[in-house]
């Protein structure tokens, strides 16, 4: 079993739709958790980072964790056709060096 | 601009010939890490460097070889020990180990074999 799963997709939504992109992990050891968006032929950048539990929102971003049920998501509200890529969750653990463990990316189409 | 470059953008490599992959970051980063990226797997660690002249194996080690002489600088070899070595290849940073903080990536090397 992965430390981390996410589910591939493809995921194809209408323009203006919110999105929910999922993770859950095994290890609870994870204290702290990311949303990196990668264009396709590029490298992630990141959108949230998270170190507790609950909502941080960001413009139309929303990272969601909740660590009893190691679960983390990311809702895009209003959500855009400049939003369709890859959509990776990734997490470390504290004294882990800073080692993250990815999800397998999910992939997103918003589409006109 | 600070940032993290990585050269070249497409590789090709030949039956048994090792092939080295730049990774230069102008942020004055201290750590800096390698992920090999394949469809359908994510992001697997391959080697990181929390400081110069020191680098630690990641998960999918065998097959590969860094060096960290300069802060700025962690190039990647990929050697003909690696069977399988058509990837995408991601470079990242982050200013100092320890600190729990997300990591910046470059925009990656693809490595294809002829």
């Known amino acids: 079993q992965k430390e981390v799963e996410q589910d591939p997709g493809p995921l194809s939504v209408p323009e203006g739709a919110i999105v929910s992109l999922n993770c859950t992990y095994s290890n609870s050891a994870f204290q702290y958790f990311m949303w990196y968006r990668q264009y396709s032929r590029k490298g992630p950048e990141l959108l949230m980072y998270?170190?507790?539990?609950g909502n941080k929102e960001d413009g139309r971003f929303t990272a969601q964790v909740d660590k009893s049920s190691k679960y983390i998501s990311l809702f895009i509200r209003d959500s855009q056709p400049s939003d369709s890529a890859t959509y990776l969750c990734?997490?470390?653990?504290?004294?882990?060096?800073?080692?993250?463990?990815f999800g397998t990316g999910t992939q997103l189409k918003v589409e006109l | 601009d600070g940032g993290i470059t990585q050269s070249p953008k497409y590789l090709f490599r030949k039956e048994g010939q090792n092939v080295t992959l730049s990774c230069e970051q102008n942020l004055n980063h201290d750590a800096m890490y390698w992920y090999r990226q394949d469809p359908g797997q994510g992001l697997r660690l391959i080697y990181y460097s929390q400081i110069v002249n020191d680098f630690q194996k990641g998960d999918i080690a065998e097959g590969y070889s860094v060096s960290r002489e300069k802060k700025e600088s962690f190039p990647l070899t990929v050697t003909s020990a690696q069977k399988n070595p058509t990837a995408f290849y991601l470079c990242a940073s982050i200013d100092f180990p320890g600190n729990n903080q997300p990591q910046h990536f470059g925009d990656g090397t693809r490595l294809s074999i002829l």
């Open positions: 998270t170190y507790s539990s």
């Open positions: 990734a997490m470390g653990r504290t004294g882990g060096g800073n080692k993250l463990t």
